[in-house]
């Protein structure tokens, strides 16, 4: 991978990681078009910029990073099963990486995301902040997010659609959503460091930098432009996207 193929990288998981649309199968595709192959540096590569994305949340929302302890521990419930999941399947789930699947979970995520939103009606009595998210609510929302392991799903859709279902408000869900990254990609981030550590060389790492950085700048914005997106519309759009692009997948490969 070259220097304008990991900016090129760093964009895409930046602008995807919060939203309903799979930064990793965007990356997936994206590196069969740029011609970089799927190899284990090129996979913890894409895993380790999606921390970058991640130092994003930790900067727009310290304040319930660091000081709401009982925040945190429904975002360690709500994390357990995907880690716990995540951990015992790890082989399986790394062969799904594919374009077929990322394809057909695009068009399935895409048709629930209508389904979803053609019955959901928000409610006085919604949650409204995310620290008013009960455990249940929590736990729930967690197992949801196992879903996510399928490449294609989208881990924040997957949440999204879990904080929904639970009745939070579109923007509880999406708060949650992004608070959730934080332990789950810390946990795969330092994994993916400590297994394929040995596998990066000097020129790697200063491709890595560039991706780290340009995710993270990107992230951050696109988080904020999210949040204000969700107080006027709802997530038809990205339903209809995920549909529309999984079968031009389906199509072009």
């Given at each position: 991978?070259?220097?304008?193929q990991?900016?090129?990288?760093?964009?895409?998981?930046?602008?995807?990681?919060?939203?309903?649309i799979?930064?990793?199968g965007?990356?997936?595709?994206?590196?069969?078009?740029?011609?970089?192959?799927?190899?284990?540096?090129?996979?913890?590569?894409?895993?380790?910029?999606?921390?970058?994305?991640?130092?994003a949340?930790?900067?727009?929302y310290?304040?319930?990073v660091?000081?709401?302890?009982?925040?945190?521990?429904?975002?360690?419930l709500?994390?357990?099963p995907?880690?716990?999941?995540?951990f015992?399947?790890?082989k399986?789930?790394?062969?799904?990486?594919?374009v077929d699947v990322?394809a057909?979970?695009?068009?399935?995520?895409?048709?629930?995301?209508?389904?979803?939103?053609?019955?959901?009606?928000?409610?006085?009595?919604?949650?409204?902040?995310?620290?008013?998210?009960?455990?249940?609510q929590?736990l729930?929302?967690?197992?949801?997010?196992?879903f996510?392991?399928?490449?294609g799903?989208?881990?924040?859709?997957?949440?999204i659609?879990?904080?929904?279902?639970?009745?939070?408000?579109?923007?509880?869900?999406a708060?949650?959503?992004?608070?959730l990254?934080?332990?789950?990609?810390?946990?795969?981030?330092g994994y993916?460091?400590?297994?394929?550590f040995?596998?990066?060389?000097?020129?790697?790492?200063?491709?890595?930098?560039?991706?780290?950085?340009?995710?993270?700048?990107?992230?951050?914005?696109?988080?904020k432009?999210?949040?204000?997106?969700?107080?006027?519309?709802?997530?038809?759009?990205?339903g209809?996207?995920?549909?529309?692009?999984?079968?031009?997948?389906l199509?072009?490969?």
């Amino acid at each position: 991978m070259d220097i304008f193929q990991a900016i090129i990288i760093g964009i895409i998981e930046g602008f995807t990681e919060f939203l309903p649309i799979s930064s990793t199968g965007h990356m997936i595709v994206a590196s069969k078009l740029m011609g970089i192959d799927q190899d284990s540096v090129q996979k913890s590569f894409e895993v380790i910029i999606q921390f970058a994305a991640i130092l994003a949340v930790v900067l727009l929302y310290k304040d319930k990073v660091f000081r709401d302890f009982t925040l945190w521990k429904k975002l360690i419930l709500a994390f357990l099963p995907i880690g716990v999941v995540g951990f015992i399947f790890s082989k399986q789930i790394k062969a799904l990486f594919s374009v077929d699947v990322v394809a057909w979970m695009f068009i399935i995520g895409g048709i629930i995301f209508l389904i979803v939103e053609y019955f959901y009606k928000e409610k006085e009595h919604y949650i409204k902040r995310v620290e008013d998210v009960s455990y249940k609510q929590a736990l729930f929302i967690g197992l949801a997010q196992c879903f996510s392991l399928i490449p294609g799903t989208s881990r924040a859709g997957s949440t999204i659609i879990g904080g929904m279902l639970s009745h939070l408000s579109r923007k509880a869900s999406a708060e949650f959503s992004f608070l959730l990254a934080i332990p789950v990609m810390a946990a795969v981030t330092g994994y993916d460091i400590l297994k394929h550590f040995h596998e990066f060389s000097f020129d790697n790492w200063i491709v890595l930098l560039l991706g780290f950085i340009t995710a993270f700048i990107v992230a951050y914005i696109t988080i904020k432009l999210f949040i204000e997106f969700l107080s006027r519309f709802t997530f038809v759009p990205f339903g209809v996207y995920r549909i529309i692009f999984g079968i031009f997948l389906l199509l072009y490969f």
